[in-house]
């Protein structure tokens, strides 16, 4: 209870010192004895016989409200407070004063019946298996359900991401652990358990922060915010951000199904910015009974290295002899991709929207066009580009499907980091019989470290 007060000091103390600048007085104020301190515990028996409606009113003008109702903890004037089971309940009230913190006898109420509606709900199930049972979790440090056991959101992200504030701060990181291991040192972060064994029980064994040890406490879910208040336990976190929150009890619910759930707590200002931590956790049954997946192993993409009968490679391109083809940037559908060990990653122009394919390729490639013919009787080829045509010849090395052209190459873009400046190109992914609906995967540029060809597609206009 000391330490609670200290907060809420420390959170109000501008009110008083603007209060007392105001009065033109050093002093924070005058400490109110008990007696001018005025509050009310009553117990609403018109919504529930058993009394579990509890209504908490301070009547104390200028006072900050400081509750701790067992199985949670408010701030309010006036709160309404609903005990699902029977027992007695010991309700406290302190009062934040001017001259500093007032606390009262407590009060202790008796809950004579349960009323289980009000932890009947799917979310209180799948928390703690329901009533008269009781959940474990484990931080997912091992990434079995998520890519790791942090991420890191805005303020204003909530419930399954969504932004609460129109323009507010929202936006996601969501690193994968395996990557980034140096989010939290791996190991066994211990057990949360939450109960409904005859009320709302916590009970958090922090195996790698020695300094909470077993925290036990008392726990509320409120379905209809989406957040979580704990009393007298923290959740499982790690040992480096312990003191980067201020309330380890105020937690944002981002998602709970009956195997995985999300807290995102608030941390400080002074850890490296005002943010969401988001803690993600798996129940330890389905922990214990997860079997990884079998990685799938693929070969490479359809038409990679294609094998060409002789002569076929230039039917192809030209369409046959004393004939020519035009072929045109795929820009309306799948115009660039990064093909590393013979698989692709990009479907459409989107997949590397701005950064990679963008409005400056878009321009140049409306109305421009390659031809490769062979009309009399030598293989040329033309580009026509920004009302520009410049003419040549190519020839085809059959033995690596590489295409040289004289004085020319593919269409171009000089403003971005990709343009294809070489006049040797690859022939990466081909489909023979196939390519006046595929299209053909020119290379200009191969990454040997990588095993990583830049490849344009080209189609038949």
Request: with cysteine.
């Amino acid at each position: 209870m000391k330490s609670f007060k200290i907060l809420w000091y420390l959170l109000l103390l501008p009110v008083f010192l603007i209060t007392s600048c105001e009065d033109d007085s050093p002093e924070l104020g005058r400490m109110l004895s008990k007696d001018e301190i005025h509050f009310r515990v009553v117990q609403d028996r018109s919504i529930d016989e058993g009394g579990n409606t509890v209504i908490l009113i301070n009547e104390t003008p200028g006072t900050v409200s400081m509750w701790d109702y067992g199985t949670g903890r408010s701030n309010r004037a006036v709160d309404t407070v609903r005990f699902a089971f029977q027992g007695e309940y010991v309700i406290k009230f302190s009062a934040m004063t001017a001259g500093g913190v007032v606390e009262m006898d407590p009060v202790t109420i008796e809950v004579t019946e349960d009323n289980l509606n009000y932890v009947d709900d799917p979310l209180w199930t799948a928390l703690t298996g329901g009533v008269g049972e009781e959940k474990t979790w484990i931080l997912d440090i091992e990434a079995k359900y998520f890519d790791g056991p942090l991420y890191f959101y805005g303020t204003d992200n909530g419930w399954e991401g969504a932004c609460m504030e129109e323009g507010g701060d929202c936006w996601n990181w969501n690193p994968v652990y395996a990557d980034n291991t140096w989010l939290m040192p791996a190991g066994d972060y211990g057990t949360m358990t939450f109960s409904l064994k005859g009320g709302p029980f916590v009970t958090v064994n922090h195996a790698m922060l020695t300094s909470r040890g077993t925290e036990t406490g008392t726990y509320f879910l409120d379905v209809n915010s989406k957040t979580l208040s704990l009393t007298d336990a923290a959740p499982l976190h790690d040992a480096s951000r312990d003191g980067c929150v201020d309330d380890w009890g105020n937690i944002r619910l981002l998602s709970l199904t009956e195997n995985s759930m999300q807290f995102a707590v608030l941390r400080k200002n002074s850890c490296e910015g005002a943010a969401l931590l988001v803690y993600n956790y798996v129940s330890k049954e389905y922990a214990d009974n997860w079997v990884p997946e079998e990685p799938v192993e693929t070969g490479p993409d359809e038409g990679f290295d294609p094998e060409f009968a002789p002569g076929e490679l230039l039917t192809m391109l030209t369409g046959g002899p004393s004939s020519g083809r035009v072929w045109k940037l795929d820009a309306a559908g799948n115009p660039v991709d990064w093909i590393a060990a013979g698989k692709g990653w990009t479907e459409s122009s989107a997949s590397s929207a701005d950064w990679g394919w963008n409005a400056s390729w878009d321009a140049a490639a409306a109305g421009s066009w390659i031809r490769f013919d062979r009309f009399g009787g030598t293989q040329n080829y033309t580009r026509s580009q920004n009302g520009t045509t410049t003419t040549g010849t190519f020839t085809i090395n059959e033995a690596d499907n590489t295409i040289t052209l004289n004085n020319n190459t593919l269409i171009q873009n000089p403003e971005s980091w990709m343009n294809p400046t070489s006049n040797t190109i690859k022939v990466v992914k081909a489909f023979p019989g196939e390519h006046e609906t595929k299209g053909i995967w020119f290379g200009t540029s191969y990454d040997a470290g990588k095993d990583e060809w830049l490849a344009f597609h080209y189609v038949i206009e």
